[in-house]
């Protein structure tokens, strides 16, 4: 047997790390402005604790570009290196000083928002450059030193004689790497990794204009100088107390996120915990339009305010990844594939988090000002229902506040409901018939119908509505639901007395036999039925069971149920006690045919159903009969 080391060389790895560290090469920029703001915090830790006896000032981090010489500086104000340290920290790829220094300081710096982790930062410079070099002159009296490597595994180490404080970068930018020599892109990095970053950023100038002396006159003409162009925000509103802020700093907040959304959000959910994991951050129900697909604006992700994602997914649960907003947590591991994400503890227990802090806010929501909360469950309810049909925690908790609205407007909570329908809906086997409308304008005649027979008709308009009463149904003992224009209706014990059948049996099995031999039986199950004489004569309604078996399998399910294509099936309920079933049993053999057709296209107008040739028919013979 032969037992060994497998060699694993520094020239074989360093060509990797290069190649596959990270997946893009922009987030060079963000490894280098995290490193200087790394080290300008552990100057500011050192200094209040009193081990650097320096003067911590007002520090800043700037980023130039010299286009013309090729290259990116990235120069800091912070602790600096040594060139002891520099070999410590630099030429040891994958030790983090990072670590060592949280490490050390363990219970003082805790808080300290230090953001390196890995001690793999500093080599994504190599994703972009072809040279690097690092001057740097510690808080430490000690002279400044001078490294620069080609990104081969040699370096060199000098003496240099910066006498300032701090460190900078230079990178030497590669061919295949040109684009980041323009202004535009960097620009653009910058907003997108480090807007909200702890230390000030300045990357150029701008212009200002100066204020107008009170001696000006008419002609007076502004004047401009330039000034430090500061690209961040150091103190965003989620890294501050949630007692500190007024409704509109988070209105202010949310403009500076998402500087091109107009709309004003609906409410905002303020994130804020340490234990058992860290979390900070800000979500906002946005107005959602129907069409949820195009979404831009998301939910960003920070860890110690260095922007990360805005793929939040397996972080936010599901239903809410439609909100905006922020989270920040150095806790949520990023640095492994979004299948173990979702395995992670940790991952698992701020996701929970969350549902519970929108759940609690949504009944607060509810408690402190109803009639506001009704006036925005438009706009939130189809991420309500969603997060009841997928978030067993949600649905829990879903009870206190999410709303069933009737047609008339009129707002209830499932328990409300079912007090309120009590006496009024309920059928022969002792069960709640909740009716509902999906469109009031279609299904108009039908909510009449149901609203003169004193029942309530709730509206139910979402895309997933089918699965929530499904849902409902399953968990509520003697709850059911139908539509209004389901055959259910009639089954409700009738409000007044049952109506008794003018035709005779005889005359029924007549009038029976006359329909179906019109009416196509493919499609239409011929019922009669003894309703008031006022009541439209012909009435379609479609199986509740049918028609939800449909919807379900439109709206996703498809797969799940394998049911294909359903067929259209409907029921012609026709009022034998209306004058036209009279009139159509009377008539000859071809006026029969005319009136019925007439009644049946009639009836599927009341439900939206004649279309297209049909239709141009209908209007036809509708004029021959005016004429
Ligand atoms: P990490 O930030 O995860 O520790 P990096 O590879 O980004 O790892 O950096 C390695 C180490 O080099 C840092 O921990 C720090 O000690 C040192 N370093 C990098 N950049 C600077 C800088 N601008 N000023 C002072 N030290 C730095
Ligand atoms: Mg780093």
Known sequence: MTTGKINVSVENIFPLIKKFLYSDHEIFLRELVSNATDATLKLKHLTSIGEAK???????????????????????????????????????VAFSGAEEFLEKYKDSAKDSGIIGHFGLGFYSAFMVAEKVEIITKS???????????????????VAHDKTERGTEIILHVAEDSLEFLEESKIGQLLTKYNKFMPVPIKFGTKKEALPKPEDAGDDYKTEYVDVDNIINNPNPAW??????????????????????????????IHLNVDYPFNLTG??????LDANLQVQKDKIQLYQNQVFVTDNVEGIVPEFLVMLRGVIDSPDIPL?????????????????????RKV???????????????????????????????????????????VLYPTVDGKFYTLAELKEALKDSQTDKNGNLVVLYASNQDAQHSYIDIAKEKGYQVLLLDSPIVSHLIQKLE????????????????????????????KLSEEESTQLKTVLEGIVPNTTYSVQL???????????ITQPEFMRRMKEMSQSGGGGMFGMGNLPEMYNLVVNTNSDLASTILKADTSVQESLVKQALDLAKISQGLLKGEELTAFVKRSFELIK
């Open 54 to 92: 320096v003067e911590y000032g007002k520090p800043m981090i700037e980023v130039k570009i010299d286009k013309d010489a090729k290259k990116i500086h990235i120069i800091d104000q912070g602790l600096g290196m040594t060139a002891e340290e520099v070999e410590k920290y630099i030429n040891q």
């Open 139 to 157: 808080y430490k009296d000690e002279p400044a030193a001078h490294w620069t490597c080609d990104g081969s595994p040699e370096f060199t180490l």
């Open 239 to 268: 890294t501050k107390q949630p007692t500190d802020l007024k409704d509109e700093d988070y209105a202010a907040f949310y403009r500076e996120l998402y500087p091109m959304q107009f709309e004003e959000p609906l409410f905002n």
């Open 282 to 287: 800000i979500l906002y129900f946005p107005k």
């Open 335 to 355: 640095n492994v594939s979004r299948s173990y994400l979702q395995a992670d503890g940790n991952v698992k227990k701020i996701s929970n988090y969350i549902t």
């Open 359 to 401: 759940a609690d806010k949504l009944k607060s929501l509810f408690n402190e000002n109803r009639e506001d909360f009704e006036q925005k469950w438009n706009d939130i309810k189809i991420v309500l229902e969603y997060g009841m049909l997928s978030e067993p925690k949600f649905y829990e908790k879903a009870g206190d506040f």
């Open 474 to 501: 399953a968990d509520n003992e003697k709850l059911t639901f139908a539509r209004v224009d389901a055959d259910h209706i009639d089954k409700l014990i009738p409000k007044d007395e049952a109506q008794i059948s």
């Open 529 to 539: 039925e003894a309703m008031d004489s006022h009541a439209a004569p012909f009435i």
